[in-house]
């Protein structure tokens, strides 16, 4: 029995966090037990390269080559370690992001050749991709305002960008979108929370 893998992309302050708990919170009511984790993450090697690549002052400057291959290395662990066995066991995955990010962020953002991005992705990864991928697409300003209101207003490094770059990040999660429609549910962000919910626990009991 194989499990069913689902990720949620989307740029900064777009709420993918809040509707990956409701979705865990639905399934688990169903008698399900999904498996919620986090990209960078979802093992102790991965909150380490996190905790790198968002907050340490080490990460200051990092050339967006070493950026990639960080992402690309806490990520092998995480399929490996956490959502391949998962998987196998016939579990629910939810993660938050996933390749896409890194295809967007790190190749369209940091311009990086998407060719070199691709073969890292598929390096790390192997044989373990999405079954459903959930976009929640919002304007860049409006997702930069929401992670601003937030918390103690603090951002890490990776919410630091000009608007440019988030920008970038929209049109590349977007034309991702556009090339693998069977794989992407695009939603609008500014939609309710619980219309967002609704429309996801659907999407998903559809694949089920």
């Known amino acids: 029995m194989t499990g069913l893998f689902v990720t949620f992309e989307g740029g900064e302050g777009c709420g993918k966090s809040t509707q990956i708990a409701a979705l865990t919170a639905s399934l688990e009511a169903n008698g ?33 080559e070493a950026e990639l291959l960080l992402f690309a290395a806490a990520r092998a662990q ?68 929401r992670v601003a209101a937030r918390g103690d207003g603090r951002l890490d490094r990776m919410e630091q960008e000009a608007i440019e770059f988030y920008e970038a990040v929209r049109q590349g999660y977007l034309d991702l979108a556009a090339k693998e429609p069977e794989r992407f549910l695009v939603l609008d962000g500014a939609q309710t929370k619980e219309a967002l919910k609704n429309t996801i626990r659907e999407a998903v009991e559809r694949r089920l």
């Open 78 to 145: 995480h399929v490996r370690e956490c959502i391949a066995p998962a998987l196998a066991a016939g579990r629910i995955v939810l993660c938050d992001r996933f390749i896409d990010s890194t295809t967007v962020y790190q190749g369209v953002a940091r311009s990086i050749d998407a060719q070199k991005v691709e073969a890292i992705n598929r390096f790390a990864v192997g044989t373990t991709h999405p079954d459903l991928t959930i976009l929640i697409d919002l304007p860049a300003d409006v997702g930069l305002a």
């Open 32 to 64: 399900q037990s999904p498996l919620q984790t986090r990209e960078p993450g979802g093992t102790a090697l991965g909150e380490s390269i996190r905790h790198l690549l968002q907050h340490d002052a080490s990460g200051e400057g990092m050339a967006p």
